[in-house]
């Protein structure tokens, strides 16, 4: 629904529908599940990355706090501001790595559509025909609106995250 324009068409609840019945009569149950393995498939490598990346600077920064204050690493973990950039860097890096995924999911997903009629056979078809076509450039297509949603979105997750272990004892 997000790929059609419908000037004058249905709206709302009945849209909804008579996409869900298009999309039944098309492809079967397989139509709603279409990019599922692509999605699944990246969000292992992005969360590895983002969690990775995120501890291991966390670390590195208590560690250097606490040798050049003279402290136990406990009291030396980095503050609000330092986690979210912490946070940002690491979301940044996981979802840039796996961005190509998202790119070929979404033109997988978004194929046979009004504004992407371009069809592929499957997961190799499409990257086939983007390296073709656009080069690596064309796998990083809207990263950079991405990472403007992510950075912030993480930044503010892990700063959560991290103050909230510490109000509930685990730390």
Known sequence: MQCETVSGGL????LIADTAKKM???NGVAAYYRG???GIFGIFPYAALD???FEYLKRAITRRNAKKRGCHEQDAEPGGL???????FSGAFGASAVYPLNVLRTRLQSQG???HPR???GIMDVTRQTMKGEGVRGLFRGLTPNLLKVVPAVSITYVVYDKSKKVIGLR
Not at 11 to 14: A, D, E
Not at 82 to 88: E, S, Y
């Open 113 to 115: 559509t009004v504004l």
């Open 82 to 88: 330092m986690t979210a950039a912490i946070g940002g």
């Open 51 to 53: 969690l990775g990346t």
């Open 36 to 38: 599922l393995p692509m």
């Open 11 to 14: 709206r709302g609840n009945r």
């Open 24 to 26: 039944w009569a098309q």
């Open 119 to 121: 069809t592929y056979t």
